[in-house]
C-alpha cells in the first residue's frame, strides 16, 4: 500500500515540476517548439465555462472520483491504478486554475493541441477503465491489485 501511495506521490510531483519549469522557462525554441507554456483558461477541448460555474462542477467530479477510487479500493481492485491517476491529474490541473487562472499547458503536438502530464495522467486513466470494462466486464471477477 505504501509503494502504490508513493508511485502515486512521484507522479504528482512530475507533474507539478514539469509545470513549473516550464513556467520559469517559457522558451519556445526548447525541443524545436514541442514545448510551449500555454495558460488554458477554458475546461477540456477549449469548451468556455465561468468560474462560478467551473468550481462547482470541478469539485463535484473530484468528490464522485474519489468515491470510486475509495470502492475500488476497499475491494483491492486493479481499478485504484486508473482512479488514483485521474484524480491526481485533476487536482493538479485544479491547483493550477487557482493559482494562475488558468492550467498551465505545455506539450504542443502541432495541428492538434496543448495539453500537459496531468491531461495524460487523465486520458490514460479513463482509456484504462473503458478497457478494462469493455474487455472484463462488470460481471467477471475483478483483478485484484497485488
Known amino acids: 500500500m505504501i509503494k502504490h501511495f508513493f508511485i502515486v506521490l512521484l507522479l504528482f510531483v512530475v507533474d507539478?515540476?514539469?509545470?513549473?519549469?516550464?513556467?520559469?522557462?517559457?522558451s519556445p525554441e526548447v525541443w524545436g517548439g514541442f514545448f510551449d507554456l500555454h495558460i488554458n483558461q477554458e475546461i477540456a477541448f477549449s469548451l468556455p465555462l465561468t468560474y462560478l460555474v467551473l468550481y462547482p462542477i470541478i469539485i463535484a467530479i473530484l468528490v464522485v472520483l474519489f468515491i470510486s477510487w475509495k470502492k475500488d479500493f476497499a475491494k483491492k481492485s486493479i481499478?485504484?491504478?486508473?482512479?488514483?491517476?485521474?484524480?491526481?491529474?485533476?487536482?493538479?490541473?485544479?491547483?493550477?486554475?487557482?493559482?494562475?487562472?488558468?492550467?498551465?499547458?505545455?506539450?504542443?503536438?502541432?495541428?492538434?493541441?496543448?495539453?500537459?502530464?496531468?491531461?495524460?495522467?487523465?486520458?490514460?486513466?479513463?482509456?484504462?477503465?473503458?478497457?478494462?470494462?469493455?474487455?472484463y466486464g462488470k460481471n467477471k471477477q475483478e483483478n485484484k491489485v497485488a
Not at 491526481?88 to 493541441?113: C, K, Q
Open 16 to 26: 507539478r515540476f514539469t509545470k513549473i519549469y516550464i513556467l520559469e522557462n517559457p
Open 79 to 135: 481499478l485504484i491504478w486508473p482512479w488514483a491517476l485521474i484524480i491526481i491529474g485533476a487536482i493538479s490541473n485544479l491547483l493550477d486554475r487557482v493559482s494562475y487562472g488558468g492550467v498551465i499547458d505545455f506539450i504542443r503536438v502541432p495541428y492538434f493541441t496543448v495539453f500537459n502530464l496531468a491531461d495524460v495522467y487523465i486520458s490514460a486513466g479513463v482509456v484504462w477503465i473503458l478497457w478494462y470494462y469493455w474487455f
